[in-house]
């Protein structure tokens, strides 16, 4: 498994797509953790299913990094951008390759 991170609309997905040709796409990790909060899912059951689903073949994660910026004033969103960073963490660890992209220019950082 490998991880691509960066801002929204900095160009992930046709950095992912041009770098793991091959490869099967998790797009919108973030998202994903939001809607399995919403439907009272622990970090740790979503840190399982993500690589579980991800377990087998070659599989590509992309997540917006949402830890940078302003610390949002509703309790629900600070929760959520917590869990995604501590979850995309845990990803890193098992990651392969992690890349950062910034600008369509990605960066190998593992």
């Given at each position: 498994?490998?991880?691509?991170?960066?801002?929204?609309?900095q160009?992930?997905?046709?950095?992912?797509l041009?770098?793991?040709?091959?490869?099967?796409?998790?797009?919108?990790a973030h998202?994903?953790?939001k809607k399995r909060?919403s439907e009272d899912?622990?970090?740790?059951?979503?840190?399982?299913?993500?690589?579980?689903t991800?377990s087998e073949g070659?599989?590509?994660?992309?997540?917006?990094?949402?830890?940078?910026g302003?610390v949002?004033?509703?309790?629900?969103?600070?929760n959520?951008?917590?869990i995604?960073?501590q979850i995309l963490i845990?990803?890193?660890k098992?990651?392969?390759?992690v890349?950062r992209v910034?600008?369509?220019?990605g960066?190998?950082?593992?």
């Amino acid at each position: 498994m490998n991880l691509v991170i960066g801002g929204s609309y900095q160009g992930k997905t046709e950095y992912a797509l041009n770098t793991f040709p091959k490869a099967r796409f998790f797009n919108q990790a973030h998202l994903f953790i939001k809607k399995r909060l919403s439907e009272d899912k622990t970090q740790e059951e979503i840190l399982a299913e993500i690589l579980e689903t991800t377990s087998e073949g070659q599989w590509v994660i992309i997540a917006d990094e949402i830890g940078n910026g302003v610390v949002p004033m509703d309790a629900n969103e600070r929760n959520w951008r917590d869990i995604a960073g501590q979850i995309l963490i845990e990803l890193a660890k098992e990651a392969t390759e992690v890349h950062r992209v910034v600008l369509g220019i990605g960066q190998r950082i593992k």
